[in-house]
């Protein structure tokens, strides 16, 4: 089976500074893999990599059967991409952006297909308000509907639910697993490791520009269970982010 996204020797410079040191990994079809690491540790800075915004040093991407460097428009095509900060034209209503987007991406949309997705994610009372009257749940909803308008193969989310209450980060949860039974695959990355043992099917830990470790949350757990630094940080039974604090540190990251 083909992989959703391979990425191979991936490499990331601003100027002398190393933020990405010659990465490696694997989203398979169909699968919610998560890409782990403190503040600095190259996770943005890959993504950005991979959705094509910057331009890596080195390394190879390829998503689905298309090289990403030597075809970026192609490769474009395939992704549906949820930044951390999103922000729509002031002007415009939902409705409106809706269309607008799907256009851009060659998607025809009619009204009432419109007012369906926008009913999907409980925006169906809210058609005719802008992206600014939104409470920051509705952003989010809204952000990754645009995100997926095209129905893409890959989705990229760089912190989907951040800043979101309990109810919130649920709903999201719930339509990130319904875009892997559809057969998407979704990268998303995280500093919540509640998060990402709930919905991840792999995740990979990152730190200092490379991909430390690799698994299921729950093999993660199952081989570092005895590692005294493991130990050290638990408190009661080992959680992905005892191990999280184990390989990375406790140290503060600016």
């Not at 209450?165 to 998407?184: A, S, T, V, Y």
């Amino acid at each position: 089976m083909t992989p959703a996204l391979r990425v191979t020797g991936l490499r990331v410079t601003y100027g002398p500074v190393v933020a990405v040191d010659g990465i490696d990994l694997e989203v398979r079809e169909g699968e919610i893999y998560g890409l782990l690491g403190p503040n600095g540790a190259g996770k943005t800075s890959a993504l950005s990599a991979i959705e094509g915004l910057l331009r890596p040093a080195s390394g190879d991407i390829v998503i689905g059967e298309i090289d990403a460097r030597a075809h970026p428009l192609q490769a474009k095509a395939q992704l549906g991409i949820q930044l951390q900060a999103t922000s729509f034209h002031s002007s415009l209503t939902l409705v409106e952006i809706v269309r607008l987007y799907a256009g851009l991406y060659g998607v025809t949309l009619s009204s009432s297909q419109i007012r369906e997705l926008l009913g999907e994610i409980n925006l169906q009372n809210e058609v005719s308000k802008r992206f600014r009257e939104l409470s920051g749940g509705q952003q989010q909803r809204f952000s990754l509907l645009i995100a997926t308008v095209h129905d893409p193969a890959l989705v990229l989310l760089d912190e989907p639910t951040a800043g979101l209450d309990p109810q919130g980060r649920r709903q999201l949860w719930d339509r990130i697993e319904r875009f892997r039974n559809e057969g998407r695959s979704i990268l998303l990355t995280t500093h919540s490791m509640e998060e990402a043992q709930a919905v991840c099917d792999r995740v990979a830990i990152m730190d200092h520009g490379k991909i430390l470790t690799v698994g299921t949350p729950a093999a993660l757990i199952a081989a570092h269970r005895d590692d005294p630094k493991v130990r050290q940080a638990a408190h009661g039974e080992v959680t992905l982010e005892d191990v999280f604090i184990a390989l990375t540190g406790r140290e503060l990251r600016d």
